[in-house]
């Protein structure tokens, strides 16, 4: 497998790992809760960028940054996932809004304080 079939994977999946990683931390550990739910909306963005560079707006008709594999063998199903010219920008504004509101939310927290936690799993995944 290429770096360019899994990028778009890792650009959905990433902010879901950060918000597993979120809900096994220890509760009250606010500050390292902030810095995964950044880091992980952080990368998933970086990923998304790439993919927006790397992308070739050029060919129509096609998906790109396509995965296609199997999966579940037992029942044939398989993990197929791809993106076209309109897609991977609102992808790519989908992950920005989210790291802008993961931002946003490290000194502007909602009411009440003891949901850091719960808070940010929702915010990243």
Same mark, same amino acid.
């Given at each position: 497998?290429?770096?360019?079939?899994?990028?778009?994977?890792?650009?959905?999946?990433?902010?879901?790992?950060?918000?597993?990683?979120?809900?096994?931390?220890?509760?009250?550990? $606010?500050?390292?809760?902030?810095?995964?739910?950044?880091?992980?909306?952080?990368?998933?963005?970086?990923?998304?960028?790439?993919?927006?560079?790397?992308?070739?707006? $050029?060919?129509?008709?096609?998906?790109?940054?396509?995965?296609?594999?199997?999966?579940?063998?037992?029942?044939?199903?398989?993990? $197929?996932?791809?993106?076209?010219?309109?897609?991977?920008?609102?992808?790519?504004?989908?992950?920005?809004?989210?790291?802008?509101?993961?931002?946003?939310?490290?000194?502007?927290?909602?009411?009440?304080?003891?949901?850091?936690?719960?808070?940010?799993?929702?915010?990243?995944?």
């Amino acid at each position: 497998m290429t770096f360019d079939q899994w990028l778009l994977s890792l650009v959905v999946f990433l902010p879901l790992v950060g918000a597993g990683v979120i809900v096994v931390l220890p509760k009250g550990q $606010h500050a390292l809760v902030r810095l995964v739910a950044l880091i992980a909306s952080g990368a998933a963005l970086v990923f998304g960028i790439v993919a927006l560079v790397r992308f070739d707006f $050029h060919a129509s008709g096609t998906f790109q940054f396509s995965v296609n594999t199997r999966w579940i063998d037992s029942i044939g199903a398989r993990y $197929h996932m791809g993106v076209d010219g309109i897609a991977l920008p609102l992808l790519v504004l989908t992950v920005a809004l989210t790291f802008l509101c993961v931002v946003y939310s490290q000194k502007i927290m909602p009411k009440p304080q003891d949901k850091v936690k719960g808070f940010f799993a929702r915010c990243t995944s």
